[in-house]
């Protein structure tokens, strides 16, 4: 893997809240914030191909959209009522 060295500028309060982000991950500030640009732009790319999809098949209902984000929050959290498998 490559690496890019930039300089940012930072609001006081974003860097200060990423630097503790970054010690209580235990990882460095540039890698924390790196990880933090990557999440944000996979987050644009998902958002373009919605509205990509939704361009040609149509504007998602709400039935649907509730249908993706409870897939979602299963595959993200697993599923809300565990009961407990013992015997």
């Known amino acids: 893997m490559s690496v890019v060295k930039r ?7 974003v860097a200060a809240a990423a630097d ?3 010690a209580a991950d235990g990882v460095s500030f540039s890698a924390w914030l790196s990880e933090a ?3 944000r732009l996979r987050v644009r790319e998902g958002l373009q191909g919605v509205a990509e999809w939704e361009a040609e098949a ?17 595959l993200l959290h697993g599923p809300k009522n565990r009961q407990s498998r013992s015997a």
Do not use: H, Y
């Open 37 to 39: 640009a990557d999440r």
């Open 20 to 22: 503790a982000a970054a």
């Open 58 to 74: 149509g504007t998602l209902t709400g039935e649907e959209r509730a249908a993706g984000e409870a897939l979602l929050d299963r």
């Open 7 to 13: 300089s940012v500028s930072l609001d006081a309060e």
